[in-house]
């Protein structure tokens, strides 16, 4: 997209952190910012800072794991602004333990909102996106983790993979629209993620990790400003993968190999 000057910008997610961050970045280029998420006092805040930088900004309580809301956040989006330009699938929570110990709960959680989540805002938004003829862009925000599978990630790591495949063929789908397509696959990023459990809604409790056990996520952190950043050049420049974190490159390098020497010793 070569301005975002007047487009509208809906940021899933837009109460904390990344989210947060994007909802400000696009904010300074001028676009009107439709802030979504469950957490109303922080959208709020997201609101005011918006507002502060001089731009306009509408929040609307949305569960993404619901098809329903984010349904009824495209019809208030088309309502209030007659258009999105911009969609960030961005709402994510994370939990950390073994795979062979992970609850039913746990699954239905991590899917439903990092994955059904980016599923709903592609339902909800890109066919009517395509309708307005008018291009856009959509940002999926994955992780290296999925990339990179990490032992005590396997939940996350399954959600997040699927959102880079999607991503991935999600680009060449929308390319004859004119609609780009970006991933975003950072490593550590100082935001409230650690404390996902805040959100984690009490039928899908998993009772051997207590409300506030925290995730830790490995490498640097880097502030979700600058990630925020890295992510209008890539909308800008039409760019998919969004890999913030250098130090990402060797364990990439590593994988890639593997599944070279995966190749050869099969033949
Ligand atoms: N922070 C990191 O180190 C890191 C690294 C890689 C990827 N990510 C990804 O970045 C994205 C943003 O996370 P963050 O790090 O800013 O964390 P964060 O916890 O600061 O923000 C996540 C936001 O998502 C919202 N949310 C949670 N469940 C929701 C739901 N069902 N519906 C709507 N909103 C919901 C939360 O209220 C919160 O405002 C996530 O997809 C996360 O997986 C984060």
């Given at each position: 997209m070569d301005t975002l000057k007047e487009r509208v910008a809906v940021v899933t997610g837009g109460a904390s952190g990344i989210g947060r961050a994007l909802c400000l970045a696009f904010a300074r280029e001028g676009a009107r910012v439709v802030v979504a998420d469950l957490d109303e006092p922080g959208m709020a805040e997201t609101a005011a800072l918006v507002e502060a930088v001089g731009a306009r900004a509408v929040t609307v309580r949305t569960d993404v794991s619901r098809l329903d809301d984010v349904q009824a956040l495209a019809d208030r989006v088309w309502r209030d602004f007659g258009g999105a330009h911009v969609l960030c699938n961005n709402a994510g929570v994370a939990i950390s333990g073994g795979l062979e110990s992970a609850s039913h709960g746990d699954w239905e959680w991590l899917i439903g909102v990092n994955l059904w989540g980016v599923i709903h805002g592609i339902e909800a938004f890109v066919p009517r996106m395509i309708a307005q003829k008018q291009g856009g862009h959509i940002v999926n925000t994955a992780s290296m983790a999925g990339l990179i599978a990490s032992q005590g990630l396997g939940v996350y790591n399954t959600t997040k993979y699927a959102v880079v495949g999607l991503s991935e063929t999600l680009q060449k789908d929308l390319r004859p629209h004119g609609i780009g397509v970006s991933v975003l696959c950072p490593m550590g990023?100082?935001?409230?993620i650690r404390q996902s459990?805040?959100?984690?809604p009490a039928h899908l409790e998993n009772p051997q990790s207590p409300p506030g056990s925290e995730v830790e996520l490995i490498g640097r952190y880097l502030s979700p400003e600058h990630v925020a950043e890295r992510v209008l050049r890539a909308v800008r420049a039409n760019?998919?993968?969004?890999?913030?974190?250098?130090?990402?490159l060797e364990p990439l390098r590593r994988r890639f190999e593997r599944l070279a020497q995966g190749i050869r010793e099969s033949q």
């Amino acid at each position: 997209m070569d301005t975002l000057k007047e487009r509208v910008a809906v940021v899933t997610g837009g109460a904390s952190g990344i989210g947060r961050a994007l909802c400000l970045a696009f904010a300074r280029e001028g676009a009107r910012v439709v802030v979504a998420d469950l957490d109303e006092p922080g959208m709020a805040e997201t609101a005011a800072l918006v507002e502060a930088v001089g731009a306009r900004a509408v929040t609307v309580r949305t569960d993404v794991s619901r098809l329903d809301d984010v349904q009824a956040l495209a019809d208030r989006v088309w309502r209030d602004f007659g258009g999105a330009h911009v969609l960030c699938n961005n709402a994510g929570v994370a939990i950390s333990g073994g795979l062979e110990s992970a609850s039913h709960g746990d699954w239905e959680w991590l899917i439903g909102v990092n994955l059904w989540g980016v599923i709903h805002g592609i339902e909800a938004f890109v066919p009517r996106m395509i309708a307005q003829k008018q291009g856009g862009h959509i940002v999926n925000t994955a992780s290296m983790a999925g990339l990179i599978a990490s032992q005590g990630l396997g939940v996350y790591n399954t959600t997040k993979y699927a959102v880079v495949g999607l991503s991935e063929t999600l680009q060449k789908d929308l390319r004859p629209h004119g609609i780009g397509v970006s991933v975003l696959c950072p490593m550590g990023v100082t935001t409230n993620i650690r404390q996902s459990a805040r959100n984690r809604p009490a039928h899908l409790e998993n009772p051997q990790s207590p409300p506030g056990s925290e995730v830790e996520l490995i490498g640097r952190y880097l502030s979700p400003e600058h990630v925020a950043e890295r992510v209008l050049r890539a909308v800008r420049a039409n760019r998919l993968y969004v890999i913030t974190h250098e130090e990402g490159l060797e364990p990439l390098r590593r994988r890639f190999e593997r599944l070279a020497q995966g190749i050869r010793e099969s033949q």
